[in-house]
Nanobody, 122 residues
Framework: VQLQASGGGLVQAGGSLRLSCAASGRRAYAMGWFRQAPGKGREFVAAISRSGGSTYYADSVKGRFTSSRDNAKNTVYLQMNSLRPEDTAVYYC??????????????????WGQGTQVTVSS
């Protein structure tokens, strides 16, 4: 499967962005969002189950970010509100081929998108 992430950009603090991740093929997978800031390791952000019925968020984004999906389009979304400068990072989507639920460990994911840059100015 190939994943194509999009929707990143430059936004002022307090603003919003919506990231999209389109997966090739017709099969739906449990999906995750991760981010990596300069000089830091990859960090879990959010996960959504294969059906979309379950979501899980990192404490740092809980209440500000929302993950959703449209399985008819095989696309997942990350709505990011109340953005902060510390949210600046490259954001990656990832697919877990085996799980039905949510997963926060990067090692459990099998395919990764190319990343999209999110920059939040203060």
């Amino acid at each position: 499967v190939q994943l194509q992430a999009s929707g990143g950009g430059l936004v002022q603090a307090g603003g919003s962005l919506r990231l999209s991740c389109a997966a090739s093929g017709r099969r739906a997978y449990a999906m995750g969002w991760f981010r990596q800031a300069p000089g830091k390791g990859r960090e879990f952000v959010a996960a959504i189950s294969r059906s979309g019925g379950s979501t899980y968020y990192a404490d740092s984004v809980k209440g500000r970010f929302t993950s959703s999906r449209d399985n008819a389009k095989n696309t997942v979304y990350l709505q990011m509100n109340s953005l902060r400068p510390e949210d600046t990072a490259v954001y990656y989507c990832a697919a877990d081929f085996l799980s039905l639920g949510v997963e926060k460990l990067a090692a459990r994911y099998d395919a990764w998108g190319q990343g999209t840059q999110v920059t939040v100015s203060s």
